[in-house]
């Protein structure tokens, strides 16, 4: 996803086991903007690659994004990022920036 500014892309089927929301070879300048798409039906969480949906721990509870919420992450490597959902699936979809 070469760009001189940003780029974008998503990730289908997030579900109820952890993974990366992009690869090593994605760098971001600033951060990553990931917005949960307007027709889950389900909470998405992010977090590092121990996060969990909500229901285990507080230290690794992801950050919850219901439908059409977004949020900016200080992070360079999408690689570093994971989602995960406590049923069924979701889409997300973010902005390297």
Same mark, same amino acid.
């Given at each position: 996803?070469?760009?001189?500014?940003?780029?974008?892309?998503?990730?289908?089927?997030?579900?109820?086991?952890?993974?990366?929301?992009?690869?090593?070879?994605?760098?971001?300048?600033?951060?990553?903007?990931?917005?949960?798409?307007?027709?889950?039906?389900?909470?998405?969480?992010?977090?590092?690659?121990?996060?969990?949906?909500?229901?285990?721990?507080?230290? %690794?509870?992801?950050?919850?994004?219901?439908?059409?919420?977004?949020?900016?992450?200080?992070? #360079?490597?999408?690689?570093?990022?994971?989602?995960? %959902?406590?049923?069924?699936?979701?889409?997300?979809? #973010?902005?390297?920036?």
């Amino acid at each position: 996803m070469p760009s001189s500014n940003f780029a974008t892309g998503s990730k289908n089927n997030v579900g109820t086991s952890a993974a990366a929301i992009g690869t090593a070879s994605e760098v971001a300048k600033k951060g990553i903007q990931i917005v949960s798409d307007p027709n889950n039906t389900v909470v998405v969480y992010i977090g590092d690659d121990t996060v969990t949906a909500g229901s285990s721990a507080p230290t %690794t509870d992801g950050y919850p994004l219901q439908a059409g919420d977004t949020v900016v992450i200080p992070v #360079f490597h999408p690689s570093e990022v994971y989602a995960v %959902t406590a049923s069924s699936t979701a889409t997300i979809h #973010f902005m390297l920036i």
